[in-house]
């Protein structure tokens, strides 16, 4: 369980351990590693909380997330090739999806604040309160 530290009289370097313990430059394999789900399963959660991105962010905020997470698209067509095809809507929408991926809940309870710190890690506070909004 990685915790984030608060404050900013903390170096800027303090960041760079626990990047590196989300495996900072693939976040589905980050994912996979950190909540122990397949592969498959990263990649279509990711796509998942995407989608749900799409649906309730802003097109400049979507667009601020995208660049956040390299590969989106390709991320939300991973989605919806495994079954994922409705609209998200809701956190339970969300859960929804990632029941029909396979993900248990105790999996998928933890799926959006790891994706939300690793975002945070790679992009900034301001991307990753765009994540955890959408859990709320």
Known sequence: LLVACG???APATSAAPAAAALGVGNISTALSSQLGISASQASGGLGSVLSLAQEKLSPADFAKLTKAVPNSSTYMKAAKDAGVTEPIGNVDGLNRAFGKLGIPPEKA????????????????????????????
């Open 7 to 9: 404050g900013s009289s």
């Open 109 to 136: 309870r933890q799926f959006g604040p790891a994706m939300a710190d690793y975002v945070g890690k790679t992009s900034g506070a301001s991307t990753q309160s765009l994540v955890t909004g959408l859990l709320k």
